[in-house]
């Protein structure tokens, strides 16, 4: 993940099982970044809190946010397929 995501790039898909597999596989690589985070911390003992969560000091925070709007754009793009399979 080296650029900001766009949402060009999920404007094309056309597939909810697709975009449920992207969800999931983000999902818990999103847990797994929040779990060495918090690892780092008890073994640093260095503690850093933002928005609520407690990260370490070797922690990549433009991760957090790369797959957070990543996640967002697909949810948008997930509802719009799903109205239009309802309109359909």
Known sequence: MSAFPNFKDV???SSIDFINDELFLLHK???ELKVKS???VQKNDEVKKIGGLVFG???KSHYFTFIKRRIAQLNYRK????????IN
Request: aromatic share 20%; glycine share 0%; charged share 15%.
């Open 11 to 13: 404007s094309n898909l």
């Open 57 to 59: 000091s070797q922690k």
């Open 38 to 40: 918090f690892a780092k």
């Open 29 to 31: 690589f999103l847990f």
């Open 79 to 86: 509802s719009i397929l799903l109205k239009q399979q309802y």
